[in-house]
Each structure stands twice: as structure tokens, then as C-alpha cells.
């Protein structure tokens, strides 16, 4: 099922409805709308009077409204909530992490940011090392044009093993009224993509695709029974 309560501090582009109507008709699912939420405004991550006024929104329209606390909070990107930051600084990517921290400990959740890796190449992230080193979590995610076949890999877990990488295919779902979107599944097996997987330790998520189990949820416990601070790092090409 998919069931996600979470807030996404970007503006909604059109694609997004098309997003969750191809993964419904991927997974054959239907997706509980009322769950996501959305926040179009622009906000700043280096006021703290933002962050305020942000915490005190989610719990207007998610806590107050449907009864319940987000389990995850997506900054899309992170450099979009950083006007006039240098990325390169350390104590404006400081202020950036004292946010995530405020907005996971107000409710109890995940906080996870997308952002870039640098040009030069490699899976350093853009900027100052702070970004990654705070992070309970870092995952990888990389896709060179015009394949359609990417990797993901867990860089980093503070509290279980990482290393691991899950090879996903991008694909084309028409929706039937001349629109089509993309959906992001694992590798169908069989093909070299899915040869290069690494599964991540039976013991410490549950299951493999070797043995045939479902790996129905991973969890990523931090010492406080969630995580503290997550990155997506995304790499173009």
C-alpha cells in the first residue's frame, strides 16, 4: 500500500498529479491523496522565522486537519530553500541542518533533502561537507542519458549496514488521455541491470531477492527510533 503523510516545500508542478497517477496504474494501487501534502510556497531555510512559520502550517493542515503527524518532510531541492546561500560555507550549510533538525524533532519524522552532486564527477555532494556528514542517511541515485536504467545506493547509514545498491528502470506509463509519466521500478531480473544488484543484508532489512522474500518496509532507526536527517544525492548526466 502506499500511504505517505508527508510535506514537499516546493511549488507543485502539473507533473506531479501524472507522477502518482502512473505509479497507481504501475502498482496497480490506489494512492490515498488526502496523505500527501503539498506546500507551494517559497520558503526560507535560513530565517528562522520561516521555519516557525512552516512547522506551524504542517500542524495547521496535516496534525490539526487529518489527524495525524507527517512521517516524512521532503525539501525538493535543497538549494531552492537557501536564497542567497553559498553552498561552499559551512555555517550557511550549519543553519540549513539546524532546520531539518527543527522540522523532525517538532514532529517526530524523517527529514529528507534532494540535492546535487558536484560537476567535477564522483558522488561528492555539491558544497560543504556538512550537508553529508550531519546525515543519518545518504543515497545515491544515478542515471546516464539516454538510458533508461539507473542505480541506486545506500552511501551511508549510521545505525545499520550500507553499501548496498537496488538498479531501478525508468518507465514510460501512458495514462491514457495523451499524457504519459514516468515511474521509477526495480530492474526486471534477467537483465544485466538487475545482474549488478546488492542486496542489502538479509538481517538488517529483511529479505532478499535471492530468497524471494518481499522486502515490504525498510526502516532506518536513528538511536532517537527515527531518522534524524536524510539526503538524496542526484546525479545527472
Not at 32 to 54: C, E, G, T, W, Y
Not at 75 to 104: C, F, H, W
Amino acid at each position: 500500500d502506499v500511504a505517505v503523510t508527508g510535506v514537499q516545500t516546493c511549488a507543485l508542478p502539473i507533473y506531479m498529479k501524472f507522477r502518482m497517477m502512473a505509479w497507481e496504474k504501475a502498482k496497480n494501487v490506489q494512492i490515498n491523496r488526502k496523505r500527501f501534502h503539498f506546500i507551494r510556497q517559497s520558503v526560507n531555510f535560513m530565517d528562522p522565522a520561516h521555519i516557525v512559520k512552516l512547522i506551524q502550517t504542517i500542524k495547521l493542515e496535516i496534525e490539526n486537519k487529518c489527524g495525524e503527524k507527517p512521517v516524512m518532510i521532503i525539501i525538493d531541492t535543497v538549494s531552492r530553500v537557501l536564497p542567497g546561500a553559498d553552498e561552499n560555507l559551512q555555517k550557511d550549510m550549519t543553519l540549513y541542518v539546524q532546520a531539518n533538525d527543527a522540522l523532525r524533532l517538532a514532529f517526530e519524522c524523517s527529514a529528507t533533502g534532494a540535492h546535487h552532486v558536484s560537476k567535477g564527477g564522483g558522488k561528492a555532494l555539491r558544497g560543504s561537507t556538512v550537508l553529508e556528514g550531519a546525515a543519518n542517511c545518504a543515497i545515491f541515485v544515478e542515471r546516464e542519458k539516454p538510458s533508461m536504467f539507473g542505480i541506486m545506493t545506500m552511501m551511508k547509514i549510521k545505525e545499520a549496514r550500507d553499501g548496498w545498491e537496488i538498479p531501478f528502470e525508468l518507465k514510460d506509463i501512458d495514462l491514457g488521455f495523451g499524457r504519459s509519466s514516468l515511474v521509477a521500478l526495480p530492474a526486471p531480473a534477467g537483465t544485466p541491470e538487475a545482474q549488478m544488484r546488492k542486496d542489502a543484508p538479509e538481517d538488517d532489512f529483511g529479505g532478499s531477492q535471492e530468497t524471494g522474500k518481499d522486502r515490504k518496509s525498510t526502516r532506518l532507526n536513528s538511536s532517537h527510533g527515527y531518522i534524524s536527517y536524510a539526503v538524496f544525492c542526484l546525479k545527472k548526466k
